[in-house]
């Protein structure tokens, strides 16, 4: 087997030779990744089952629908994204011509999480791929059957001279940072992302990191909250909350929080098949554990759910109710399936709650009032939000996924993809004549006067 280096060396000798920039390699790339997720599906479905305890259809609906949106827009759009764009010249620089050329970055790196191992791979596969890169995609080792799939397919149906998928665990990421890669995208936790930009820092590889945080969701008086909740449940519950944009905990105005419980209790059995949301399946035994500790001293009072199984890999659907602000259940990114709920006496307490705290990846707000929810866009800062619903966001190509802050740096899908993985160069060009002198030196006080004038 060729080692990091070899293969990192080949990818870079495809780029070197321009293949990767014309745009019939690259759709005919984004049309053999379609491809695949089509004709693989049940294969993809299988191993998603295997590493995550998905059904068929959930697999389908969060990890294959999503990634050929992407793809799908990325086909219709990628003509008008590699045109040039004209940009403004100065009065004082003409006659002259300025406008924008969009190039690929070279050889790239995408980091992929285990709790969407497909989605959150291909993903940015696409824009990178659209962008003209050569790419190597490392899957997260903790979605092992995922991961081997994509190693075995990937090749089959992609440029193998162009795309690799490279296995392994944290030396491996190590190893691949070491190449000095053209751009890193990552998609993970803040402590491992740490890691990510220490390892590219060393030869000043730019980095794109989606993380996540405690994402709020803050419920007014005004709203159906019927509707709220069940939309909350519904955002929550998908792949067992093990989802970076899942709503964390519910800031709940005060007159309506014991109905709303009532609410998402009702929404958890509805939705659950009839079991309650027991034994929700969890990727692996470590973050069954870590869940099962969140669930201890929080301080609150559990209404639903609270059982854990961690040698089983499960945990309830919980929700508990007004836990200590101050517990691990409300300081941690919960990312399992537990929803905190806290009274608040009114948005503008729930909006100070947030903003005391570090920047979410996402931010919900559910009201009929304009004036809360210009409130909230203009006070709450996060990666996305959403009003009225959760989620939606990062479903949109034409919105930028990122987050801000601890909740990460950078964006793409859609053409924001497109132009994560490009370099926007810069170009001008100026006619042979006219050349007046004046503009040279030495200069007269005369022609200091008007070059200060014009410049």
Known sequence: MSTIAENVERLRKTFASGKTKSLSWRRSQLEALHLLITERESEIVEALGEDLGREAFDSWFADLSSTKTELVDARKNLAKWVRPRKAGTPLAMLPARSW?????????????????????????AVAAIAAGNCVIIKPSEHAPATSALLARLVPQYLDQDAVQVVEGAADVTQELLDQGLDHVLFTGGPQIAKAIMAGAARHLTPVTLELGGKSPVIVAADTDVATAARRIVFGKQLNSGQTCIAPDYALVDAKVADRFTEEVVKAVEEMSGGDGGRARRIVNERHARRLAGLLDGHGGKVVHGGDSDPDARTVDFTV?????????????????????????????????????????LAAYLF?????????????????????????????????????VGNSGMGAYHGEYGFKTFSHAKACLRKGISP???????????????LLRRLL
């Open 100 to 124: 924008v050329q969009y190039e690929p970055l070279g050889t790239v790196l995408i980091i992929g999480p285990w709790n969407y191992p497909v989605y959150l791979t291909l993903s940015p």
């Open 320 to 360: 508990v109710v007004d836990p200590d602000p101050d517990s691990p259940l409300m300081t941690e990114e919960i990312f399992g399936p537990i929803l905190p709920i806290l009274q608040v006496s009114s948005v503008a307490e729930a909006v100070e709650f947030v903003r005391a705290r570090p920047k979410p």
């Open 367 to 403: 009201t009929g009032s304009k004036g809360d929810e210009r409130r909230f866009l203009a006070d709450v800062s996060a990666g996305g939000v959403v009003i009225n619903h959760v989620g939606y966001h990062a479903l949109n190509p034409n919105l930028p996924f990122g987050g």
């Open 435 to 449: 050349d007046p002198g004046f503009v040279y030196p030495p200069y007269t006080e005369s022609t200091k006067k």
